[in-house]
């Protein structure tokens, strides 16, 4: 299981005592979604791509269609994801969410995700539609790294001293993330192509006083 490859790579910095407790946990949540890839590939390729600003020389749908994911034909896809997305709701107690756009990356050798969050969404998504063996793992950031100015560590073999986690993906891999955590990857080494999602809550928040 794809959450089991990152429990292990976690447990590896998770350091015991029974007098420290790690407060303020950031929830990635990591699933795996079983459906056919070349259709989803196919289908998702017949769309508009154009460079991204973030992704230096590489396609993208982004602001060509602001959702695939409503394509009709993706709707297996679609529901498949919100299931992901109402499981990391409730563990996380968040309200309901919904997909507000969603587009695809291809990138190639040399490409890369440079750091970045994803403004005006709640949690925000990565399904990998297409890797191979070299494709880069994503890298989340920490949050705290901004205010640990005068934390100078022995050995970086720790959570508490990590300043980012790199996560390995496979095809059919779903990742789930506040949409304020920074991430970014190295130059593609092989070859990748993601359906990026935002999100934003489904119950109507703001009331317009004129209404
Ligand atoms: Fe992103």
Not at 202 to 210: E, H, K, Q, T
Request: proline share 5%; net charge negative.
């Amino acid at each position: 299981m794809f959450v089991n490859t990152i429990k292990k790579i976690l447990s590896g910095l998770i350091t015991m005592s029974d007098n420290i407790v790690p407060l303020f946990p950031t929830p990635v949540g990591a699933y795996e979604i079983d459906i056919d890839l070349d259709f989803v590939y196919r289908k998702i390729t017949e769309y508009t791509s154009a460079p991204h600003f973030l992704l230096e020389d590489s396609d993208s749908s982004f602001g060509q269609d602001s959702n695939i994911l409503e394509d009709s034909e993706l709707a297996d896809l679609r529901s498949k994801i919100l299931e992901c997305i109402d499981d990391y709701t409730d563990t996380t107690c968040l309200q309901p969410l919904d997909i507000t756009g969603a587009w695809y990356n291809q990138m190639k050798k040399g490409d890369k995700v440079t750091l970045h969050r994803h403004e005006g969404s709640v949690i925000s998504g990565a399904f990998y539609v297409k890797t191979d063996e070299d494709t880069v793992p994503l890298r989340f950031q920490s949050p705290l790294k901004p205010y640990k100015m005068n934390d100078l560590y022995e050995n970086f073999n720790s959570q508490y001293a990590s300043s980012g986690v790199q996560i390995n993906v496979q095809p059919g891999s779903l990742l789930l993330f506040p949409s304020w955590l920074e991430h970014e990857t190295d130059a593609e080494r092989g070859e990748r192509c993601v359906i990026s999602f935002n999100t934003f809550y489904r119950a109507a928040m703001f009331v317009n006083p004129d209404t």
